[in-house]
């Protein structure tokens, strides 16, 4: 009987143990795939080329992520800051240039399986973006949607600079306990 009363509160504390252990590990190797992604990207590793995608399906090996679906999302993103000086290169009248000292994306890669999350910068318009990922001037230069909200309150790019970002996200559905885990596990690098 007191073995009964002992395990009624020694169970629940035992599988959510597991399971934040299941978590953790599924987030350090979320943390490494954005690690290796967003150097390979800072190095200029063409990755919408399917070959180069399938390099970060095999660092993704075991969390169930192909290069167009699956369980994971690797998004790549390279952010730069808009100055006056870059709207009149583009004979942009300041009224004109909408995105005149912002942060931006310019460029953009999605790999894995897209419905799972967006990116924490904000998700330019699809239609913008060429096949290999880029976002072209005067476009980010005045659609709002190229917008990289929320970055410059991490890193302030100045004029000319660029940062490469690498977003990791892996949902935790192998042992989902009620109050203790939902969602999954999301890494961020920035290069």
Do not use: K, W
């Not at 800072?42 to 090996?61: C, E, K, T, W």
């Not at 913008?128 to 929320?150: E, F, H, K, Q, W």
């Amino acid at each position: 009987m007191e073995f009964g009363f002992c395990m009624v509160f020694l169970m629940p504390v035992l599988l959510g143990t597991f399971s934040i252990g299941l978590s953790l590990g599924r987030s350090i190797q979320a943390s490494q795939i954005s690690r290796d992604a967003g150097h390979m990207y800072a190095r200029y590793v063409d990755f919408s080329l399917p070959g180069n995608q399938d390099i970060i399906v095999r660092l993704a090996r075991g969390m169930g992520m192909t290069r167009n679906g699956g369980n994971g999302v690797v998004i790549l993103s390279r952010i730069t800051f808009v100055s006056q000086d870059d709207c009149a290169g583009s004979a942009l009248s300041p009224g004109q240039c909408t995105n005149a000292d912002q942060h931006v994306v310019i460029h953009r890669i999605v790999i894995g399986n897209q419905q799972l999350r967006a990116s924490a910068f904000g998700t330019p318009n699809p239609a913008t973006i060429n096949a290999d990922g880029s976002i072209n001037a005067p476009v980010y230069l005045t659609d709002l949607n190229a917008r990289a909200n929320g970055f410059g309150t991490l890193l302030r790019l100045e004029p000319g600079e660029f940062a490469y970002v690498a977003e990791a996200f892996f949902p935790s559905n192998d042992l989902a306990v009620p109050g203790l885990q939902n969602g999954g596990v999301y890494a961020r690098t920035i290069y």
